[in-house]
């Protein structure tokens, strides 16, 4: 059964940092694409970053990379979201997503 299992969320004053996990299992492939989706209060679910885990190429929202660097770690099965110079609309759910399947999300708030 396929699982993912987001980590690493808080609150952080702005200008901080954050480190976002996904933590995957159950998958039957080894190369897949993973996302990271955030959602703001009264506003869609939107794509931050996604990776594909062999290749390594990723994908970016626009605005976000500078800021935001999704990276990932094979032999744990983990996709990570570094979060850098956070602002207060950066404030979401985090989710990931794969592959059909949803996280149930970490809260990253941003206030001072």
């Known amino acids: 059964q396929v699982r993912l299992v987001e980590t690493g969320g808080g609150l952080v004053h702005p200008g901080g940092s954050l480190r976002l996990a996904c933590a995957a299992s159950g998958f039957t492939r080894k190369d897949y694409t993973l996302s990271w989706y955030r959602q703001a209060p009264g506003k869609e679910r939107e794509l931050v970053a996604l990776?594909?885990?062999?290749?390594?190429?990723?994908m970016y929202a626009e605005g976000l990379k500078g800021r935001f660097t999704i990276s990932r770690d094979n032999a744990r099965n983990t996709v990570y979201l570094q979060l850098n110079t956070l602002k207060p609309e950066d404030t979401a759910v985090y989710y990931c997503?794969?592959?059909?399947?949803w996280g149930q999300g970490t809260q990253v708030t941003v206030s001072s």
């Open positions: 997503f794969s592959q059909d399947h």
């Open positions: 990776i594909h885990t062999t290749s390594g190429v990723t």
